[in-house]
């Protein structure tokens, strides 16, 4: 198969000198296997060609694609109407709308020619595809605008009843109907694949939901002996009074002040995963962050992360779930470390009453990579994520986005000129 430049068209519509055609060799046609018919036989056309068409049709490779149907369909009729010139201008499907937009759709030309006319060229014409013969037809091949050409010397062609049309126009039919069905395979293949990734989402996600489990249970077993600790240490110092050892008192109210803060943290965090009573109640905005940077510390510490809190005098409670919005800080100060550089990172944390004051804008900034522009548009689709080490299911912002709309909120992401990312979430002041 060979490629050269063209600059002739379907249907009178100019193809972009850009474009390349591929030339099918018809002895490569693995169709059929009977002998050729005459001249005279193809140029009447007899009821082999339509059988011959029948067999082409059954044997479409629909699971290689588009590009294979239209050459497979070429070669087909090149070897079944051996004395005209057939090609086809293949418009690919469109990608989803939901994908990547790849810019203008490109068609593709494909091109068979008689045996020993390969090299037969003629004026340039920028509306045909073979401006060498006499007659050339366009037939419809599809919805999107796929066509398919025969050109001959023959008069006949040129004739809507004669026989040799009467076939070329279910030929039309054949690669409209390849092109089709090409096309379901394609998205069907494309289902079963994101199938295959969500069961594998869905695997993890419920890995990590078990070791939630788990971990909520060993904080619960915690709390006893922490409690223990507390209740110990607060006895100790009475009994040690004024007049105890300076260094000892001191060291004992180390020890209560450590394990009171331990305690707090896992009683937080045992509400923080206890289901949600989903009733609405006001919520001090300052608090909700407090609680999730608190969660993240370890995080945080790992990442040489350093946090910066910029909060607003006098900002009224919002309307809301803590547990909920607690997870939505969670899930954006851990992506945010995950982003940072290994150098260390900047976590910004901020609150503002808006202009208007109806609404109560939270942002948070820090200064990791950042977000490619081509993925701002996905990062709150579920299952998607950039992260390799398996850090990542890819819910974490789609439960984001679905808990702050659920307040009746908004959120949006931006790329911060100094490099990183920035998240504005904004709730209605009630």
């Known amino acids: 198969m060979t490629r050269e430049d063209v600059t002739s068209s379907a249907s009178g519509s100019r193809i972009p000198e850009s474009e390349t055609y591929e030339r099918v060799t018809v002895s490569s046609v693995p169709v059929s296997r009977e002998a050729r018919v005459s001249k005279t036989q193809v140029v009447g056309v007899d009821a082999s060609s339509l059988d011959r068409l029948l067999v082409a049709t059954c044997n479409l490779p629909v699971a290689d694609g588009e590009v294979a149907v239209v050459e497979y369909t070429v070669r087909a009729l090149g070897d ?135 971990a909520a249970g060993v904080v619960h077993e915690l709390n006893n002996p922490l409690t223990s600790i507390v209740a110990y240490t607060d006895w100790l110092l009475r009994k040690a009074g004024p007049q105890g050892e300076p260094d000892s008192v001191e060291r004992l109210r180390r020890i209560g002040e450590s394990a009171s803060r331990i305690l707090r943290f896992t009683r937080d965090l045992v509400a923080y995963a206890r ?68 150098s260390g990172g900047e976590l910004v944390v901020s609150t503002r009453v808006s202009a208007d004051a109806r ?34 299911t890819g819910l974490g912002l789609s439960i984001v986005k679905n808990i702050v709309d659920g307040h009746e909120g908004d959120i949006h992401v931006e790329r911060r000129a100094s490099g990183g990312t920035r998240f504005v979430l904004a709730f209605p002041v009630p």
């Open 80 to 214: 079944i109407f051996q004395e005209c010139a057939v090609g086809a201008c293949l418009v690919p499907a469109p990608p989803p709308a939901s994908g990547p937009s790849l810019g203008p759709i490109e068609q593709r030309v494909f091109k068979s020619l008689p045996h020993g006319e390969e090299h037969r060229v003629g004026p340039p014409d920028p509306t045909r595809l073979f401006p060498a013969y006499a007659y050339e037809r366009v037939i419809s091949a599809g919805p999107q605008g796929s066509t398919l050409h025969f050109a001959s010397d023959d008069p006949r062609l040129d004739d809507d009843d004669s026989a040799l049309m009467h076939v070329a126009q279910r030929a039309g039919l054949v690669l409209g109907h390849g092109l089709a069905l090409a096309g379901m395979h394609a998205k069907a293949t494309s289902d079963a694949r994101d199938l295959r990734a969500l069961n594998s989402h869905m695997v993890q996600a419920e890995k990590l939901a078990s070791l939630g489990q788990i």
């Open 275 to 342: 289901p949600s009573s989903e009733v609405p109640v006001p919520v001090a905005i300052h608090n909700v962050i407090d609680q999730a940077l608190a969660f993240c510390e370890h995080v945080l510490a790992e990442h040489g992360a350093k946090v910066e809190r910029a909060y607003a005098d006098a900002i009224p409670p919002v309307r809301g779930m803590p547990e909920q919005l607690a997870q939505v800080f969670v899930n954006l100060f851990t992506n945010a470390c995950h982003a940072m550089p290994d």
């Open 359 to 392: 609404t109560i804008e939270v942002t948070v900034e820090d200064n990791g990579h950042g977000i490619p522009l081509d993925h701002q548009a996905q990062i709150f689709t579920p299952f998607f994520t950039t992260k390799a080490d398996g850090r990542g």
